[in-house]
């Protein structure tokens, strides 16, 4: 299985969305019926890179490059605050990000990037 590329650790915290899906029905008298869809919960992690956290553009390009070639699968990532691994997807068929030129007060100006993406347990 492929490995989520290295790259600097996004913003903290990271924000974490725990889904466990119901189908729910609702009655006269206001009742209603609540029927689990899954056995299990799954967590939906957003990590992002914006503000003082940006990727340089080789960083930007290798995660570009992996959601290209590994989007519609699962991968491992590990999470860049506690080391554990999870097997993931990305929950999006999108990739949005943003470039900024940023120049420094020795050197040439260079293009960052700003990118928030959401990864999905499998």
């Known amino acids: 299985m492929a490995t989520f590329p290295t790259v600097r650790a996004p913003l903290f915290p990271i924000k974490i969305k725990e889904v466990r ?45 992996f959601f290209n070639s590994y989007q519609g699968e699962y991968f491992d990532w590990v999470h860049p605050y506690t080391s554990v691994t999870h097997s993931v997807t990305f929950n999006a068929d999108e990739l949005n990000y943003d470039e900024e030129l940023i120049s420094y007060k020795i050197g040439t100006p260079a293009i960052y990037y700003s990118l928030s993406l959401e990864l999905s347990e499998a």
């Open 21 to 65: 899906p119901v189908h729910r029905t609702s009655f006269e008298a206001n009742y209603q019926q609540v029927i689990r869809k899954a056995v299990r919960s799954r967590r939906i992690w957003t990590t992002e890179w914006k503000n003082s956290i940006l990727l340089t553009s080789t960083e930007f390009n290798l995660i570009r490059t």
